[in-house]
């Protein structure tokens, strides 16, 4: 089996996101909730039901089991997950099938990954900065915005901000932009809070 070593490890609590490079030359960001959710430990692996409910979960440290892994303590309580270097390659390669198989199992046992938490009282207000050549020419470059209910994560902004015209369909494609969340990275399913600001900057070509 080919081994894959780790280059650079981070953890971006905001965006509760583990990201990881391998010598390989592959980069990958795993949310706290799919490491929470796919831990190897036996409590896991032998049950028939699904951990489900994490869709809040943070990793609160990380601590290194010799050269070979991590043991992550996340805020739920849960540290008996040992994430040896070829099980985090394999969790990031196999992101989309494991992810997609995962909700389908939630389903089927008529689980939920949980309702997003919120910490501020009423609307939540946010800072929206663009850095896009298509939108500079009839938009202002940043604006506050109040998040209507149901709008809670990047995904959901950029829906909105789509049914704004045409033009921001165009600017904010798929696949056009990336986003930092208070200067870090961000993904899609990303919460946003009260007071958060988000950068929205197209992908290099």
Known sequence: MTEHNP?????????????????????????????????????????????????????DSIEAQGSYALRLFFDDGYDQGIYSWQTLYELGKNYQSYWSEYLKTLEQHCLTRGDINSSHD???????????????????????????????????????????????????????????VNKEFAELFTVLEHGDEIALIPKAK
């Not at 951990?51 to 943070?58: Q, Y």
């Not at 207000?125 to 470059?141: A, G, N, R, S």
């Open 7 to 59: 280059i650079a490890i981070n953890l971006h609590k905001k965006s509760r996101l583990l990201e990881i490079s391998f010598d390989t030359g592959e980069n990958y960001r795993l949310s706290c909730e799919y490491l929470r959710t796919h831990a190897k430990s036996a409590e896991i692996t032998t049950s028939d039901i699904p951990v489900s409910g994490k869709i809040n979960v943070n990793i």
């Open 122 to 180: 009423g609307p939540a207000t946010i800072k929206v900065l663009y850095f896009m050549d298509k939108l500079i020419k009839f938009t202002k470059e940043e604006e506050e915005l109040e998040l209507p209910i149901g709008v809670n994560t990047v995904e959901q902004l950029l829906e909105l901000l789509r049914k704004r015209g045409n033009r921001w369909q165009r600017a904010f494609s798929d696949d056009s932009i990336q986003f930092t």
